[in-house]
């Protein structure tokens, strides 16, 4: 919880001084690197807006401090990051087993690798341009690569980049294209899903031997 105070004292020279809080209570310790603006130098007599901490003698101190006119610190969802790189993390390690269990062909692996990578490298793209005003990418692309299997590096990407993270609408397609791509991920695993990615890989010439390890053949021109 975010409080405020008016700055009471300041040493310019040494970079410190101390907030009167408006609640009354001791006066609280300010140094010039808890300052999120570090460009502008407080004045006595000025709110401080901040976040109360303590030292590592128990001393009360601000932290995250803003003066008036100052935009309010951003807060890293690091939580969301989190979650992000287990579940992308947990099911790349799930289809891994299932490779090497002989269960599914190792280019399912890689399909997932590869459209996660091209999949972050869109949002990423699509981030720089909302910065500067170019073109954007589609949101339907977007939606598209998650079907196609982009969906954990989509995640990823919303919540490290944090990117088309907050638009509900976006996020419930994007929602509804993991559900859809994981059931084709189990449906690969019945009789007749392991016939038709079996069919699919020789009409592409990609062979795969006992052991699960995959071969290219060339076709004759």
Do not use: C
């Not at 976040?51 to 601000?62: C, E, N, V």
């Not at 590869?114 to 720089?128: E, L, N, R």
């Not at 910065?131 to 079907?147: D, I, M, P």
């Amino acid at each position: 919880m975010r409080q405020k105070g008016k700055l009471r004292s300041w040493n310019d020279d040494r970079g410190f001084g101390f907030i009167e809080p408006s609640d009354g209570g001791k006066d609280i310790f300010l140094h010039i690197s808890a300052l999120s603006n570090r460009d502008r130098r407080p004045e006595i007599g000025q709110i401080v807006t901040y976040a109360l901490s303590s030292d590592d003698k128990g001393r009360p101190r601000a932290n995250k401090a803003t003066l008036p006119g100052d935009p309010l610190p951003v807060h890293r969802n690091t939580g969301g990051a989190l979650f992000a790189l287990v579940v992308a993390g947990s099911f790349f390690a799930l289809v891994g087993v299932a490779v090497i269990s002989a269960k599914i062909p190792p280019i399912i692996l890689w399909i997932y690798l590869g459209a996660s990578m091209v999949t972050f490298a869109f949002y990423a793209s699509d981030k720089s341009a909302a910065k500067v005003g170019a073109w954007r990418t589609k949101e339907s692309t977007l939606h598209w690569l998650s079907l196609a299997g982009g969906w954990p590096g989509a995640l990823v990407a919303q919540q490290t980049l944090r990117h088309k993270s907050r638009k509900e609408i976006f996020r419930i397609v994007y929602w509804m294209t993991v559900i859809l791509n994981l059931v084709v991920f189990a449906w690969i695993f019945t009789p007749m899903g392991a016939m038709t990615v079996e069919s699919w890989i020789s009409e592409g010439k990609l062979l795969v031997g006992p052991g699960q390890r995959a071969t290219i053949e060339w076709a004759e021109p």
